[in-house]
């Protein structure tokens, strides 16, 4: 075995959407750091659509570009559309989401982890986890080298054991063309708890056999909301071609490509029906539970059978190349059989498949075996992110990473964690989620997990979000002087509600009435602050009550979660807990009160017991060792 000579702080084996965000947390906040691929030409590769955002997911993306990750802003550089999903409905639920320039996304993070300070990287495929004494100290890869760290990130994706499944042939790997990984054998080894679940992907067809003309148009919205709070600093001096667009002006601008729309029939259906014995679902080759939010169209087909038709996009995977996904009909049937349904579906009657669609199977270690900093309980200094965890999506993978990679460099510091609560953020929704209640199939956020959805708003994320940034040093001067005026204009606005009046009436009395909209007000006021802020202004006023009945459940739930559980506690030594409630809290080991109340199956009953419990050992002062 060769030590590499090179020691480092953090080491995060992976380079997708977790990857990349662990490493460049990490390394914003000092700590020495390499990432570790198996295909450096993949970093940020989108394995499925490339596309981000959406419902919920789009909140998490301006999330983590709040907290300075990466994504947001690597999002608008290379996107080719842009829309506001859900505009015509409740601020809580309004979501960007995007297309992106598949190629281009992927070499602008590649270029952006290349030029970071603090930050290497090396290809390798991980083979094993170095731990002595119930700590992790580095890692080795397939050919025998090893790498020396003080913390360690697993962000493996979908290529822990992974199996590929077209019709009822079946090969290894982690994604179409790339090798698999044997790194659960050795977490197994270490104790960890490891699980399978599947997903899938459409097939990719040429667009040149493709006939737009009778297919609906979908267009960006225009003006194209952004992703970053940083989005308008893209421009062609001082920076790479990668943040431009290809016609070299000197002012970043968007140019829009559209999607179109199209439906299956019934003899799409009945094409699929007919073929249900070929497919790996059907047929019982595939063990891993897959995600009942994004069926294939073998399980819509069948659980859905009085729909006569669905929806199938048709999305550009870039501006430079003919390839195009079709979202809506994930699947894992023959490869004759997809080309003769597909080609069933309006606008794809002479459609020529470049890439098959398939399953993947992979290995995942069930989450309730994290602390809430996303390090496992097992072995020190070891974190999981991403797929790891039983998720599914980029953004869910990414604001993980962020996590994981600012705790790791965090931990060794000697410095506070960084841990979100549901109140928030949604990515502190996404991990109480996993390590308090595990999840049973590929976990993917939804505006309904988040109680308090009117508080986490799309709009304002930086305001939530980046003064913690700052205190933790993963945002700088910049971003924090961006935030700060921002917050003092919309104070500006509030403040101007009460004192200007519009017509008879305030200003604020006006906005408030469920027909007005700020786009209405006199120019001149409109000139003085940006559309975003007039828009919060108006929301804050619209729903007022509601947000002030949010912020009162929040402060009355607080409590709860301030009643920290000492990590001490033997649980089957507390006489009055049901035996399941005692085989739960030891095996969760839930950092507060609030956490512990979240566990499912867990009852108000059990909750007092503890509660009971802890008062007493206060009076007692009962403590390990007395």
């Given amino acids: 075995m060769f030590t590499f000579p090179k020691p480092y702080d953090v080491v995060v084996i992976g380079a997708g959407h977790a ?52 994504m947001g802003l690597n999002t608008d550089a290379t996107a080719i559309q842009f829309r506001m999903l859900n505009s015509a409905k409740g601020p809580s639920v309004r979501a960007p989401r ?20 603090n930050l290497d990287l090396h290809q390798g495929n991980i083979a094993g986890i170095t731990v ?7 890692v080795s890869t397939s050919l025998g080298v090893a790498f020396r760290a003080k913390a360690v990130v697993i962000t493996t994706g979908t290529f822990m054991r992974g199996l590929l499944h077209v019709g009822l042939q079946n090969q290894k790997g982690g994604r179409m063309g790339d090798a698999t990984s044997t790194l659960s054998d050795s977490l197994r080894d270490l104790g960890f708890h490891v699980e399978r679940f599947k997903t899938g992907t459409p097939a990719r067809l040429n667009g040149r056999s493709l006939d737009f003309d009778v297919c609906e148009r979908q267009d960006g919205d225009d003006p194209a909301p952004r992703f970053s709070y940083l989005a308008d600093t893209l421009t062609r001096e001082g920076d790479d071609i990668f943040t431009l667009n290809p016609w070299g002006d000197p002012e ?107 399953a993947v199977e992979y290995d995942y270690c069930v989450p309730t075996q994290l602390f809430p900093t996303l390090e496992t309980k097992r072995i020190e200094n070891l974190y999981f992110a991403g797929q790891i965890n039983g998720t599914s999506g980029y953004e869910e993978a990414a604001g993980q990473g962020l996590i994981a990679g600012a705790n790791a460099a965090l931990k060794l510091h000697g410095r506070s964690p960084l841990l979100l609560k549901r109140s928030e953020a949604y990515l502190g929704v996404m991990i109480d989620d996993l390590v308090t209640k595990g999840t049973t199939e590929p976990y993917r956020m939804f505006t309904s997990r988040a109680e308090f959805r009117l508080l986490l708003r799309q709009d304002n994320a930086d305001l939530r979000l980046t003064p913690l940034g700052e205190a933790y040093g993963l945002v700088d001067g910049f971003r924090r002087d961006r935030t700060r005026r921002r917050a003092a204009e919309l104070a500006e606005v509030l ?8 017509g008879e009436v305030t200003l604020g009395k006006w906005l408030r009435r469920p027909e007005s909209s700020w786009r209405n007000l006199p120019s001149e006021w409109l000139a003085r602050y940006d559309g975003e802020i007039w828009e919060m202004a108006e929301t804050d006023l619209k729903y007022e009550g509601y947000i002030r009945r949010q912020e009162s459940e929040v ?9 920290t559980l000492p990590a001490w506690i033997n649980y089957d030594e507390i006489s009055g807990l049901k035996r399941e409630a005692k085989a739960k809290f030891s095996s969760v080991r839930p950092a507060t009160l609030g956490q512990a109340s979240r566990i499912e199956g867990i009852t108000p009953a059990d909750i007092s017991i503890l509660l009971i419990f802890l008062e007493k050992g206060r009076r007692t002062r009962v403590e390990p060792g007395d």
């Fill in 19 to 70: 990857g990349i965000e662990a490493a460049l947390a990490s390394a914003r906040l000092g700590a020495v750091t390499a990432v570790i691929s198996q295909n450096l030409d993949t970093i940020g590769q989108m394995s499925c659509n490339p596309a981000i955002g959406g419902l919920a997911k789009g909140h998490m993306v301006r999330e983590i570009d709040a907290l300075g990750g990466a």
């Fill in 252 to 358: 970043f601008r968007i140019r829009q490509l559209p999607c179109w729309i199209t439906y299956t029939n019934p003899q799409t259906h009945d094409l699929i029906r007919s073929n249900l014995d070929k497919s790996p679902m059907y047929a019982g080759r595939i063990e891993g539970i897959g995600p009942r939010y994004c069926p294939s169209i073998e399980d819509k087909v069948v659980k859905f059978a009085e729909k006569e038709r669905h929806q199938v996009f048709l999305e550009p995977e870039g501006r430079h190349t003919t390839e195009f996904y079709v979202n809506g009909v994930s699947t894992s049937l023959p490869f004759e059989v997809q080309l003769d349904f597909l080609r069933s579906i309006k606008g794809m009657e002479r459609c020529e498949i470049i890439r098959p669609g398939y």
């Fill in 555 to 563: 402060e009355r739930t607080a409590r709860l979660e301030e009643k």
């Fill in 98 to 117: 995007a297309q992106c320039d598949k190629k281009a996304y992927q070499f602008r993070m590649k270029w952006l982890l290349e030029r970071t300070p």
């Fill in 495 to 502: 403040q101007m509600a009460d004192t200007e009046r519009f």
């Fill in 132 to 138: 002595e004494k119930d700590r992790v100290v580095g």
